[in-house]
């Protein structure tokens, strides 16, 4: 494995130039620091607290209900769902954050999802940053449609893995190619506490079978080769773009310290969902295999 240098990161540009451009196209991912500025880190970093305690009062009317047992360690533990729309929390496997202090709460929480709404910091940053908003354009075209939010945290000492994967895997849409991942970290990212790792030009490979184990839906032993890997460590406020397709995953924190992102998606423009059932039929590997991860997939365990 090797790792990125995060201080010879670039700053975020408001349009992104032919080199990068390139860069994306060959190996599947950019890198750049300061795309957030401090006021909107701490903003992000304390709208995450709101958003626990509005799930933990009871006047907010939050449906509570642990994960499944049977189903994957990253769906085992307590979800919290809002009684509009379709936001929600994921808490870490083995704790009940309703017992913990309010203060402590937010310690615990694993996923944000579909959260780009409930504060106005966050559909800022999803739909309206003129810097990200400019680097997508140059990747995806003039006309860029969005796709879906996610607060992304690893808790220190018990953050679990987010395995290898490709994000095109849970997404029905009809051109693999038109996808764009933008992963913002709040909290400095490091490889002890769960920074992103990708395979540089993955994303060129096609689609990799995905199978169901106890961790996650994952893609299959054996499709990649670790050397390859590339883990890009990035300061407070530093960004990650990466294609759709490319592989990548998150270790386990095992440090003392948390590790919060802001992850949001966005598709070019025409590049539509497409039937499930079409999807399934299409998203397979050089053999066939399966190597979608949607939801109702029976191959779950």
Excluded at 35 to 40: C, G, K, N, P, V
Excluded at 146 to 153: P, Q
Excluded at 242 to 267: C, V, W
Aim: overall charge neutral; some cysteine.
């Amino acid at each position: 494995m090797t790792s990125i240098d995060p201080g010879t990161l670039k700053l975020l540009p408001h349009s992104i130039g032919d080199a990068d451009v390139r860069h994306f196209r060959e190996q599947g991912f950019l890198a750049y620091r300061d795309a957030l500025t401090q006021d909107e880190i701490s903003q992000s970093m304390d709208g995450l607290k709101v958003l626990v305690r509005r799930a933990l009062d009871p006047e907010s009317k939050f449906e509570w209900r642990q994960g499944n047992q049977d189903r994957a360690r990253n769906y085992r533990g307590m979800l919290a769902k809002s009684p509009v729309g379709k936001f929600n929390i994921d808490f870490e496997a083995g704790v009940d954050p309703r017992t913990l202090p309010p203060g402590e709460a937010d310690g615990v929480a694993r996923n944000f999802n579909a959260f780009d709404g409930e504060l106005p910091i966050y559909n800022y940053l999803g739909r309206r940053h003129p810097g990200i908003q400019g680097v997508l354009k140059g990747l995806l075209g003039p006309e860029v449609q969005f796709h879906s939010a996610m607060a992304l945290s690893k808790p220190a000492k018990i953050g679990g893995m987010k395995p290898w994967h490709q994000d095109v895997a849970y997404f029905s849409v009809g051109n693999w190619d038109g996808v764009c991942g933008v992963w913002i970290a709040l909290d400095e990212a490091t490889v002890e506490n769960g920074c992103m790792h990708v395979l540089p030009g993955g994303h060129k490979i096609g689609p990799l079978r995905h199978e169901h184990t106890q961790r996650d839906c994952e893609i299959a032993d054996k499709r990649l080769d670790p050397a390859r890997t590339l883990a890009v460590p990035l300061p407070p406020g530093g960004i990650l773009f990466f294609h759709g397709m490319i592989p990548h995953f998150t270790p386990d924190n095992n440090s003392e310290k948390r590790r919060r992102a802001l992850q949001f998606h966005y598709r070019a423009k025409g590049n539509d969902l497409i039937p499930k059932e079409e999807f399934v039929k299409q998203f397979r590997d050089q053999n066939g295999d399966a190597a979608y991860c949607l939801a109702g997939d029976s191959r779950r365990p």
